[in-house]
């Protein structure tokens, strides 16, 4: 079978379906985990609503949020794989097929005039980042994560004094965490990226919030037992489900760093809410393509 525009949208329509509608298992077992260990009896209310929604969604194929997000691709392709001219408009085409065939919310508005084109499309939407080359794959992947407002508008940004260093990073999550209270749909993955601009810190922090699964550990020792700690810490604030209180504020903590400039320490701080919907569509140069979670 040939690589095709058509046979590229077909392939993610589908990826945006599955993650729409299917939590990633990673995701339901932490949320299964956190309902059997609450105590607190308003928290654990929450929890097994949440549960319930899952199971709902999953039964009646429907979006599991209402708010079904900004549709977010991360795209990786191997250098070996053909068709490379009509990706970004098969990725644009899927959006829109996916807005009418789920259905999705229409959420992209147009900034100056307000205006929604009504696909979930516009002015950079959706939001593609372009995210390596393999040289010898002959293969595209296409990780699709819809991102819903409430988690995005307590996103924080920092530049932390160098000196300050991993105890400055510390800071600016704990506070961010305060900040954003029951706003982001708790229980929420955390991201956190470290770097010199701005911009860096912030992809790594989305990347990692969005796309990592729950039990994984940055290779570093030292950012793996930071990213521990930093649950500890989040989950002992006590904001709990939705704000209830209780045992789980986040499902985890994910960090990921780039190198410095001796003068700036850029930390950012990204929210995943317990809705953590992703989905990975893999196309090979045969037209053979999955999808997984």
Known sequence: MAVSK????????????????????????????????????????????????????????????????????YVRIGAKFPALDVIE???????????????????????VTGRNPGDN???????????????KGDYLEVTVVPKGG?????????????????????EVVLDAVVKAGAMPCPPTIIGVGIAGLSDVAMHLAKKCATTRKIGSRHPDPVIADLEKKLLDMVNELGIGTMGMGGKTTALAVHIDYAYRHPATYAVAVAFFCWAARRAT?????????TVTQ
Do not use: F, H
Not at 17 to 30: G, M, Q
Not at 51 to 61: M, R, V
Not at 121 to 134: H, L
Not at 154 to 160: G, I, K, L, N, R
């Open 6 to 73: 058509d046979l590229i949208t077909k392939a993610v329509v589908e990826g945006i379906k599955v993650a729409s509608i299917y939590l990633p298992p990673d995701v339901k077992e932490a949320l299964r985990k956190a309902y059997e260990e609450e105590t607190n009896s308003a928290a654990k209310a929450q929890l097994e609503a949440i549960l319930k929604n899952i199971e709902l969604a999953e039964k009646l194929k429907a979006p599991i949020c209402q708010d079904t997000g900004l549709i977010t691709y």
């Open 89 to 111: 408009e098969a990725l644009i085409e899927a959006a829109r097929i996916a807005t009418k065939e789920i259905p999705l919310r229409p959420n992209t508005v147009d900034p």
């Open 121 to 135: 499309t516009g002015r950079y939407a959706p939001v593609i980042i372009w995210d390596g080359i393999d040289p």
């Open 150 to 170: 409430g988690s995005e508008y307590v996103t924080v940004y920092a530049m932390v004094p160098p000196g300050k260093g991993l105890e400055g990073v510390k």
């Open 281 to 289: 569509v893999t196309i090979k140069s045969t037209g053979e393509y």
